[in-house]
């Protein structure tokens, strides 16, 4: 089994683009999270979703916009890049809710 | 939402050591408390857990313990060696449980 893999490992925007992150996973996980980490502040949900065809919003959603057409795929994406999107940012997923949940390799993004 | 502090920042202790994270948290429905470890460059991976039916857990070198009434909990690595050095992160489920709150890490430093 690959476990969570994410699509591309790095990426350099300009500001106002957009691009599309793809995280897959083959453990036929129902729950799947979206996260952003920034030095000194943890990982810090954006979007999750708890089922195919569901997403909600977590702390910090402003931004970005989520899709969950598959079970075992989540896309997130960015409208209009800011600099202030520049992060790492990794998916992770879980069976159920309050259970271990396994993180993807992480997505690298600059925004210039 | 949850409101999750770690403490300490960065912990630096001498090979053989142990070394102590706490974690507290403001939602007293909370039920599930994951440690995960981050090393450089590295996905996090879950290394313990505890679920709020118990007030200690052990694996090998690694505990956790847990008060609910005080609403803390710690990660204890005893005998440290140099490949504990990480980043650890503490959680915390929110409401709903269907999302998690993560401290803000903790960096140790283990020196041979």
């Known amino acids: 089994n690959a476990g969570v893999t994410q699509t591309p490992k790095f990426r350099v925007l300009k500001t106002g683009q957009s691009m599309t992150l793809l995280c897959a996973q083959d453990m036929n996980h129902e729950y799947m999270y979206w996260y952003r980490q920034d030095p000194g502040m943890g990982l810090r949900l954006i979007h999750y979703s708890v089922g195919e065809g569901t997403t909600a919003k977590g702390e910090v959603p402003d931004g970005y916009n989520v899709s969950r057409l598959k079970k075992q795929n989540f896309l997130l994406g960015l409208e209009s890049a800011a600099p202030s999107q520049t992060s790492v940012y990794f998916c992770?997923?879980?069976?159920?809710?309050?259970?271990?949940?396994?993180f993807g390799p992480g997505t690298r993004l600059t925004v210039l | 939402g949850e409101n999750v502090e770690q403490h300490p920042s960065t912990l630096s202790v001498q090979e053989g050591d142990s070394a102590v994270i706490k974690c507290t948290y403001s939602d007293s429905a909370s039920n599930y408390f994951p440690w995960y470890k981050q090393e450089l460059g590295k996905r996090p991976q879950l290394i313990i857990d505890i679920r709020s039916n118990v007030g200690e857990k052990k694996d090998q070198r690694i505990a956790v313990t847990l008060n609910k009434t005080a609403k803390h909990f710690s990660l204890h690595i005893t005998e440290t060696q140099p490949e504990d050095s990480a980043v650890y992160f503490c959680?915390?489920?929110?409401?709903?449980?269907?999302?998690?709150?993560f401290g803000s890490g903790t960096k140790l430093n283990v020196k041979p």
């Open positions: 959680a915390a489920p929110g409401v709903n449980f269907n999302k998690f709150y």
């Open positions: 992770a997923s879980s069976y159920i809710s309050g259970n271990e949940q396994f």
